[in-house]
């Protein structure tokens, strides 16, 4: 079989899934139609660039970027993406709808707020305001649009630097948890290799109330202690291996492996960290990886389609559909 009629096969859903919706840019859809979603991607960001409330992009140089990528990716299989990019951190949900109806493609934009990389893309407001002032925030927007335009967050977004976690830090684990068991959405927290920090992340969410199935361990392929990825799987949490490349496809096909031993293959996640249109005029980081790369290797390992289906359909669709999970 051909590489593109096997990842048409392998990619398209089985059949419909219908149940709890998510929120895209478009408005709320029914978690069945998501399709194949890349659950960890950045379509734009000033990532490198200094901190903006609003930012300003060249919109016919991100257009002219950012259509045909996503239109290719559109034609390997993937149906959705959830943009990663947080407030301040060059969110633009009215650009990504825009892009959405020209591309075919659900996106899901974020609330809440990245505090790694030393805090350079938190705004002043998040280190005085209290968890629930933070959660008030947040939820308005949940409740009315982001910035006037109607356009709902899918998910919370949240980003810790390495090390314990802070006061600042369970304070924004606790203002996400607060806006979980209020909206339902999945809380997505850049994480990376810190073992430490994720267990101080599951004692918040456990003190509000809401169970690790509502968290997500973002770059856990990172994260050199196995334990540590087993503990979380343990207690019922999302392991995202995202940073795929050609190069990482054997370390991602060992933790998927690891994964499946364990009986947790429904708790992973997949995708890229991939960037397609970067500040300061730097390359794009490629997102499609998985489609050419990763699906195939998995099939060559023997996993069947029903497992690949489930890796890159029925995980993210859960992950993301809206539902309270409590503690």
Request: with cysteine; charged share 25%.
């Amino acid at each position: 079989m051909r590489r593109r009629e096997f990842l048409a096969a392998s990619c398209v859903p089985l059949a419909a899934a219908p149940g709890r919706q998510a929120m895209t840019v478009r408005g709320a859809v029914d978690g069945g139609d998501l399709g194949l979603m890349l659950p960890h991607e950045h379509v734009m960001s000033l990532f490198g660039a200094d901190a903006a409330e609003r930012p300003v992009y060249d919109e016919d140089k991100l257009f002219g970027t950012v259509i045909p990528y996503l239109k290719n990716l559109y034609a390997l299989g993937c149906r959705s993406i959830a943009d990663c990019t947080t407030a301040w951190f060059g969110r633009a949900p009215a650009l990504l709808k825009r892009i959405s109806e020209q591309t075919g493609l659900h996106i899901l934009t974020n609330t809440g707020y990245y505090a790694a990389a030393g805090g350079r893309y938190l705004p002043e407001h998040a280190r005085r305001e209290t968890a629930g002032e933070l959660a008030a925030r947040w939820l308005r927007e949940w409740r009315e649009g982001i910035e006037g335009t109607g356009i709902r967050p899918g998910f919370v977004k949240l980003g810790f630097d390495a090390g314990p976690l802070s006061d600042l830090g369970r304070k924004l684990v606790a203002a996400a948890a607060r806006v979980h068991l209020e909206s339902g959405l999945a809380l997505a927290v850049h994480t990376g290799d810190n073992p430490e920090g994720a267990r101080g992340q599951l004692a918040v969410l456990n003190s509000e109330g809401v169970s690790p199935q509502a968290w997500i361990w973002v770059h856990a392929h990172s994260v050199k202690d196995e334990a540590a990825l087993a503990e979380a799987a343990e207690a019922g949490a999302w392991l995202e291996f995202d940073g795929l490349v050609p190069d990482s496809v054997g370390r991602h096909l060992a933790l998927v492996e690891m994964m499946k031993r364990r009986g947790a293959l429904g708790q992973v996640l997949l995708s890229h960290d991939g960037n397609s249109y970067r500040a300061l005029g730097r390359p794009p980081k490629p997102y499609d990886a998985l489609f050419t790369h990763f699906v195939p290797a998995l099939e060559e390992a023997g996993y069947t389609r029903q497992e690949i289906h489930r890796l890159t359909v029925d995980n993210p669709r859960r992950a993301f559909t809206a539902g309270v999970r409590r503690a």
